[in-house]
Nanobody
Framework: QVQLVESGGGSVQPGESLRLSCTASGFALNNYAIGWFRQAPGKEREGVSCINNRDGSTYYLSDVRGRFTISRDSTKNTVYLQMNSLEEEDTAVYSC????????????????????WGQGNQVIGSP
């Protein structure tokens, strides 16, 4: 059974940091594209970052480039999203997702619909 379990969300003040974790079970991350998505209240879901676990390519939404970093630990079957200098505009529910189509993540594009999804984690940046 494919499962993604996220952790690490919370409430922080603007300028602070959080790290989200996405641990997979039932499959090996190495053969999947892993994406992080977010949905703010009243807005559409958007792709924030992704990693192609075959060649290591990464993608970042322009709004988060330079502040967020995606990484992986194959030994733990886990992908991380380090979020620095959080802003109020980053407030959203963040979800990780996996797709066996490695074209779901390139340096230029993150596919909007992935096959497998985690439960979502609330991230709040508020003074």
């Amino acid at each position: 059974q494919v499962q993604l379990v996220e952790s690490g969300g919370g409430s922080v003040q603007p300028g602070e940091s959080l790290r989200l974790s996405c641990t997979a079970s039932g499959f090996a991350l190495n053969n999947y594209a892993i994406g992080w998505f977010r949905q703010a209240p009243g807005k559409e879901r958007e792709g924030v970052s992704c990693i192609n676990n075959r060649d290591g390519s990464t993608y970042y939404l322009s709004d988060v480039r330079g502040r967020f970093t995606i990484s992986r630990d194959s030994t733990k079957n886990t992908v991380y999203l380090q979020m620095n200098s959080l802003e109020e505009e980053d407030t959203a529910v963040y979800s990780c997702a996996a797709d066996p189509d490695l074209g779901a993540c390139t340096r230029q594009v993150i596919k909007k619909s992935y096959d497998y999804w985690g439960q979502g984690n609330q991230v709040i940046g508020s003074p």
